[in-house]
């Protein structure tokens, strides 16, 4: 079985990759779901959704999230209420985009959670739902909110954060609010204890994979089997794929390479996997601590995620 710690678009692309080998097996998906949030009173999880569609052929490969070909008549509606919301009403969010099919989903596990559903259960029913062969396991039932605190002194939630603001305002530290008291997932310590290869996925090291790492007992799980570990750069060339993680990893004193992901990841996983433009950098990041691979990371088609694939999957031994 492969285990592999997902957050969003990066996770999405390494699971679908996987299904490029010939035989990789059963795969779980662990997945950080420090993102989620409620709003219009409807539960969203957004990385889980990511995943969810990708896998099933279904995102909308320009933006990265949501369904593709989807229509947006319930936001464009939405525009008559937020006109008239009172002062200080939260109430008609127009910001957080949600499509017309999207919705579905989000209708769909609200009312599963309101009937009392764990989101572990409500997540397997949507994969289900969509014929995802791989399983898919939130990091936790309980509920962990990142947040984020901006240099300007004030603290938003992650999608305040990532949407809202566009990811575009210095960021003074991100905190992980419930998680001292939630429980990493049953399931989801099984998939990691019981996997012949675990696979940290090229995701934000700081608040995709920083969420889950925070969970009572999970660094040490990943510890305590670290040289099957293997991680995939999310940092190419000094900066993200996609997403705000080489900006944040500076903001918060890390440095914005596969080095500073070296030294974020050494303790839980003994391989890195970068790709070749950081090939220069083999020698510092296993002065850092773990061995390096060097393999091309970029998921652009099918043959390069194969070959990174099968490349992380021998990395493991
Ligand atoms: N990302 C955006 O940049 N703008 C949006 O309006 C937006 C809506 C959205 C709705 C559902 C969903 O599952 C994801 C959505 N995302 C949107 C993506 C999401 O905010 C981020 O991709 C992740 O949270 C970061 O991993």
Redesign the pocket.
């Known amino acids: 079985m492969i285990t592999v710690l997902c ?3 990066g996770a999405a692309r390494f699971l679908r990759a996987l299904r490029g080998l010939p035989d990789p097996g059963p795969v779980t998906g662990v997945v ?1 779901t420090g ?1 989620d949030t409620v709003l219009h009173g409807l539960s ?4 889980i ?2 995943i969810t569609y990708t896998l099933a052929g279904a995102i909308d490969p320009e ?4 369904l593709v070909d989807e229509t947006w008549t319930a936001m464009a509606s939405l525009a008559r209420y937020a006109a008239v919301r009172p002062e200080g009403s939260t109430a008609a969010p127009t ?5 017309d099919r ?1 919705l579905a989903t989000h209708f769909y596990r609200t009312a599963r959670l309101a009937e009392g559903g764990s989101l572990t259960e409500v997540t397997a029913e949507i994969a289900r739902a969509w014929d995802l062969p791989e399983r898919l396991v939130p990091m936790s039932d309980d509920r962990v909110a990142t947040m984020v605190d901006l240099l300007d002194g004030r603290t938003v939630t ?2 305040e954060y ?2 809202q603001l ?1 990811h575009s305002v210095p960021v003074r530290g991100v905190r992980f609010e419930g998680s001292a008291a939630a429980t990493l997932q049953p399931a989801a310590a099984a998939a990691i204890s019981d996997a012949s290869v675990v696979v940290v996925a090229p995701s ?1 090291p700081i ?2 994979i920083g969420p889950m790492r925070t969970l009572s007992g999970m660094d040490e799980l990943l510890a305590a089997r670290r040289s099957s570990v293997v991680a995939v750069s999310p940092i190419v060339g000094g900066a993200a794929l996609k ?1 705000p993680a080489d900006r944040m990893m500076l903001e918060l004193g890390h440095e914005a390479s596969v080095v500073g992901v070296a030294r974020l990841y050494r303790d839980i996983a003994g391989t890195l996997v970068v790709d070749p433009v950081d090939a220069h950098l083999v020698g510092d990041v296993e002065a850092a601590g773990m061995r390096c691979v060097v393999q091309p990371s970029i998921m652009s088609d099918p043959v390069v995620g194969a070959a990174l694939a099968r490349a992380v999957l021998d990395a493991a031994g």
Request: aromatic share 16%; charged share 20%.
């Open positions: 957050g969003g678009v950080n993102d969203i999880s957004p990385d959704d990511t933006r990265g999230w949501g910001w957080f985009n949600l499509g999207d992650f999608q990532f949407v566009r934000n608040v995709s997403g």
